[in-house]
Nanobody, 123 residues
Framework: QVQLVESGGGLVQAGGSLRLSCAAS????????MGWFRQAPGKEREFVAA????????YYADSVKDRFTISRDNAKNTLYLQMNSLKPEDTAVYYC????????????????WGQGTQVTVSS
């Protein structure tokens, strides 16, 4: 089992920044990648960013490229998402997740999910 706990969400004005964290515990040694997804009301969960844990390769949705940065701290077993230049359309519940397989942009490939943290961007 893997436990994931997100933190760092909140309310911010458009143009502002937030940093999300996701603390992982349990059987994480075999993970291939970790990712961030988001879900706005009435919409499907969508891919935001992912990082291959050992190589550090990163992947981003076009909508967040050049504004968001995903990173990890191996020693703390923690995933981060630095979000800059936030827009009202970034408002959503943000989830971190971990996968054992490739195909890091596909939600169905992720086995474990956190409880989510709300990000609200006001205009």
């Amino acid at each position: 089992q893997v436990q994931l706990v997100e933190s760092g969400g909140g309310l911010v004005q458009a143009g502002g920044s937030l940093r999300l964290s996701c603390a992982a515990s349990g059987r994480t040694a075999s993970r291939y990648a970790m990712g961030w997804f988001r879900q706005a009301p009435g919409k499907e969960r969508e891919f935001v960013a992912a990082i291959v844990w050992t190589r550090g390769s990163t992947y981003y949705a076009d909508s967040v490229k050049d504004r968001f940065t995903i990173s990890r701290d191996n020693a703390k077993n923690t995933l981060y998402l630095q979000m800059n230049s936030l827009k009202p359309e970034d408002t959503a519940v943000y989830y971190c997740a971990t996968t054992l397989i490739a195909g890091v942009t596909v939600p169905g490939n992720y086995a474990y999910w956190g409880q989510g943290t709300q990000v609200t961007v006001s205009s």
